[in-house]
């Protein structure tokens, strides 16, 4: 096995390898640059599957061998070839006839199948089945499954020349297997990873991943693409055990399918203890003495049933690494993946049941989910669309397979115990899953284990907050579990810092089901769209969004005590909620506006100044108008309020654009009491909103604090109410004019 693909019975033949990066983005450039023969174009997977119902890694074998090049000639040449070879040698089910009578008129032919094996007792030998090819019985040399112990269990794709000879003999099979080849590089080359890891940024490494598995990391927040790294753990991360649970179509299945030739995945439906475990028959191993991943696909549905027998070995296997039958014990280190769909959002399963409610009832069991290691957000995952697949270079994920194979034997759960100390309340359950997902991260984003403090951190609180979602669910399902502080501590500052999940921010009210928060000052969040009663769109209140009006109906019911107090205005209402605390927003949260951030500070205003680099870009206009709507709820009715932009104006291809925007949006707000003027200057770095109120803001990414989203469609509620969107990572920070 060579660099480049399967070399010695000469059927795939290296091409030479010329790069021309001309037409490549630099990340493309630097990939084939740094790791050549074992990278491929990702979207050529498409170009040649046609109608073969091939995993990825079977494709891309083959394209790594004739189309690494990124000559787009040489592409296209290569991408001929592997079409040639699958329409050669790929057997359809459908044309096994055709094929086995080749075979029998040439003598042999190579072909691409599907081959199991199991032992004939009867006859002490080995004997495989080719699924599409439909013939069985055929002999194999027991060197072969030494080498591959996973012919034993489900089969494994692979390349073979099959012969015929038939003796005259109708007790022997005519077939004969003259070679095999699975799809999968046998080569650990961790040390040159490693190695080449170290070229790489941190944010180019992800975007790489990203692009590995087949999307483009352009149209993905860093925490999207953090989630989709967590789906990888159980690859890279020996006796992982993780649920995804969400709406259809997000991708959940998928990398269990295609990514890796180490997974399996089986429908949840068809899993048995024999299958799983062992065969009590004749003692043969199941899947997890065999895979990296076992993955259960559609394992939600509440009608679905499972033995009790299968949820007890099952809990005690995913507790303690074993597993018995009969006397016998048995040792396992494939990891769990519980994937399914859910049938209500978050907020609805939040207010009557819990975020579990769609497992069968024998998996709703608190002692079952207790050993789940993460539960990973299927809501916040966007469903598939044809944009977000990436035509940029990745690893061969046969390839990066067995990198992550190999890995599996690190172990780097402590290595953030020199910096932060997980809160002492946490049970060893909950420690075990936090140290777990942090290893298993660590291995993907830093394989050599090598990592400051500070590209630790986000690690930590994403491994934190998905078990602490399996935590919460579990205190709603069983009372008796007592709850813990899912918080850590930073060992250079003392500094204790408190983890929450998004859907604790978002629906606080429905996540704790009306307690006492910790943190009153953020109550005014409960009551917006996706927080408390989510059912009523108009219910936002003044510090989110919601209108800032004192009604005369109001003012009169007040008591004689109250009415000797002078009623403040609305505007004054509203000023005094200011009180400049720094405002930390978390990737992906909502409900959060500008009417939250900034009306309190801006209330009464009669000039502001913002100094935003970037208000350029259509979006970026369309926040400078929603900035400029909010300004319409903080003034006086019976005053205007003078706007100055400061921006800049570089933008190759929207220059004419951009002016043409600030024009119409000062001429359509200048009817309305704002008036807006503005410069450029594009020496300009830093953000700020400065008012004559006193109060000046920092908000560290401007106006330009909200997720992208189709914004192309009048439909979309998004457009309308910003507390709906979810926001990017960043914080503002208040200050008084005279203070700075």
């Known amino acids: 096995m060579n660099e480049q693909g399967m070399s010695q019975n000469g059927w795939i033949e290296s091409p030479e390898h010329n790069a021309d990066g001309n037409s490549l983005t630099a990340l493309d450039a630097k990939i084939t640059d740094m ?44 991408v001929d070839r592997v079409r040639a070879i699958l329409a050669n040698n790929y057997v359809h089910r459908e044309e096994a006839n055709l094929i086995q009578s080749k075979i029998r008129e040439k003598g042999s032919h190579r072909i691409i199948d599907r081959v199991q094996v199991a ?54 099979v005519p077939w004969q297997l003259l070679q095999l080849k699975p799809v999968q590089m046998s080569r650990d080359d961790r040390e040159n990873y490693m190695q080449q890891r170290s070229q790489f940024t941190d944010s180019e490494w992800i975007d790489l991943l990203m692009q590995s598995i087949g999307f483009n990391p352009d149209l993905f ?46 429908s949840g439906g068809e899993v048995t203890v024999a299958k799983l475990f062992v065969n009590n028959s004749n003692g043969h191993l199941g899947l997890v003495g065999y895979w990296d991943t076992v993955a259960f696909d559609e394992f939600a549905g509440k009608g679905k049933k499972a033995g009790r027998d299968l949820v007890d070995i099952m809990k005690n296997y995913m507790a303690n690494k074993s597993f018995s ?10 990891s769990m993946a519980f994937v399914g769909n859910t049938s209500h959002n978050v907020s609805y ?12 009832k024998q998996y709703h069991d608190p002692a079952f989910l207790d050993r789940i290691h993460f539960y990973l957000p299927g809501w916040e995952f966007e469903q598939i669309r044809s944009e977000m697949f990436t035509s940029g270079f990745g690893f061969v994920v046969d390839y990066l397979a067995e990198i992550l194979h190999n890995l599996r034997d690190a172990d780097y759960s402590d290595r953030f115990e020199k910096y932060f100390e997980l809160s002492s309340t946490l049970s060893t359950r909950d420690k ?43 205190c709603r399902i069983d009372s008796t579990m007592e709850e813990v502080e899912f918080t850590y501590k930073r060992a250079n500052d003392g500094e204790v810092v408190a983890v929450q999940t998004l859907e604790e921010l978002d629906y606080p009210q429905l996540y704790w089901r009306g307690r006492v928060k910790e943190n009153p000052e953020d109550e005014d969040e409960a009551e917006s769209l996706v927080g408390g009663d989510a059912t009523a769109i108009g219910a936002v209140t ?10 005369a109906k109001e003012t009169n019911t007040l008591s004689p005590e109250q009415q000797e107090t002078p009623v403040l205005t609305p505007i004054e209402r509203l000023a005094a909620k200011a009180d400049g605390k720094q405002r930390e927003l978390i990737e992906n949260q909502r409900g959060i506006t500008y009417f939250g951030l900034f009306g309190p500070y801006l209330a009464g205003a009669k000039k502001i100044v913002i100094e935003d680099a970037y208000v350029r870009m259509p979006y970026q206009l369309r926040n400078l108008a929603e900035f400029l709507e909010m300004l319409l709820r903080c003034k006086n009715p019976d005053e205007d309020v003078a706007v100055h932009l400061v921006t800049g104006h570089n933008e190759p291809g929207f220059v004419e654009a951009q002016l043409n925007g600030l024009n119409e949006l000062a001429s359509t707000f200048a009817q309305l009491g704002v ?66």
């Not at 003044?542 to 009604?551: K, Q, T, W």
Request: proline fraction near 5%; charged fraction near 25%; glycine fraction near 8%.
């Open 119 to 172: 032992l004939n007792e009867k006859t002490d030998l080995y004997e495989a089945t080719f699924s599409n090819l439909g013939i069985s019985q055929v002999i194999v040399d027991p060197s072969l499954v030494k080498a591959y112990p996973k012919l034993l269990v489900t089969g494994i794709w692979c390349m073979c020349q099959i012969g015929y000879a038939y003796s005259g003999d109708p007790r022997e």
């Open 35 to 78: 790791f050549p023969g074992v990278t491929v174009r990702k979207d050529l997977v498409n170009k040649v599957k046609g109608n073969a119902l091939v995993p990825s890694y079977v494709l891309e074998f083959l394209l790594s061998a004739y189309a690494t090049n990124t000559d787009q000639a040489s592409i296209e040449s290569g």
């Open 325 to 334: 039958r009969g006397v016998e014990t048995f040792q396992g280190e494939a």
């Open 349 to 360: 399963m939040l207010k009557n049941s819990d975020l579990f409610e769609e497992l069968p």
């Open 542 to 551: 003044a510090a989110n969004g919601g209108e800032a009006n004192v009604s």
């Open 432 to 474: 075990d899953g936090i140290k777990k997902t942090f290893s298993g991260l660590m291995k993907l984003i830093y394989p050599d284990g090598k990592a400051t403090p500070e590209q630790m951190e986000p690690l930590l609180r994403c491994a934190i907050e998905g078990r602490k979602r399996v935590k919460d669910q579990l």
């Open 675 to 740: 008036n807006l003027t503005y410069e450029f200057r594009d020496t300009l770095h830093d953000r700020s909103i400065t008012a004559d109120t006193g109060w000046e803001i920092l908000p560290g990414r401007g106006l330009d604090i909200f997720q992208k989203f189709v914004d192309g469609d009048w439909l979309n509620p998004l457009l309308r109410h910003q507390q709906l969107r979810r926001v990017k990572e960043c914080k503002v920070t208040y200050q008084r004019v005279s203070e700075k």
């Open 221 to 266: 927040s860093d925490r999207a693409k953090l989630l989709h790294l967590v789906r990888m753990v159980p690859f890279v991360e020996r006796n992982y055990n993780l649920v995804e649970l969400g709406p259809k179509g997000t991708g959940k299945s998928h990398i269990y399918s295609e990514f890796s030739p180490h997974g399996m995945l089986i």
